[in-house]
Each structure stands twice: as C-alpha cells, then as structure tokens.
C-alpha cells in the first residue's frame, strides 16, 4: 500500500510539471520608457510646484506614503540631516506652512 500512494503522489507530481511545461508563457510587459520619462518628470514638476506654492495635499500626494522613503540634506550650523519614512516626513512641511502661508516667491 505504501508503495502504491508513493507511486501516486511521484505521479501526480509529474503531471503537475508537465502541465506548467505545457502552459503557454507569460510575456513581459512592454515599458515606454519615453512615456515613463514624462510621468516621473510631471511627478517631479508637480511635487516642486506644489512646495513653493505651500499645498500640502497636492505636495503629499506626489509622495509614497512608506516607511522606506528618505530624504536628506545639509546646512553649514545643522550638517547632513536624514528624515526616515512618511510619518517624519509628511507632517514636518505641513506645521511649518501653516505658519507661513503665503507662497514663496520664485525667480
């Protein structure tokens, strides 16, 4: 009896492989990478405009909502700052802009 439900189970198996073999493959997704360039570009316009302009939704919504989101930078009295994840990052703009609401001027 063993021997039989081995027997079964090795052939169920192989007929398992040999029905994915027979499957038809997947085809990749084709990438437009021009159009992909205009999306990350029109991100990256909307995220800087909306900053100047001090809208939180608009700016917050050009952001990931993770926590494997960084951002960093540097000032001559503070050094390298790095903020880690959306719950430093996202709140921090929207208290300082509410006390300085009118737009920042731009050149």
Known sequence: MKTFV???????????ALASFNSKPTQPNTIDYPKEREQIL?????????FWDKDYEKWAACWVHEPYIRTMGWWKDGGVTVVKGWEERGPEPK????NFRNPTLRM
């Open 42 to 50: 029109q991100v990256i316009e909307n995220e800087s405009k909306a």
């Open 6 to 16: 081995a027997l079964l189970v090795t052939c169920l198996g192989l007929l398992a």
């Open 95 to 98: 208290g300082i802009w509410m």
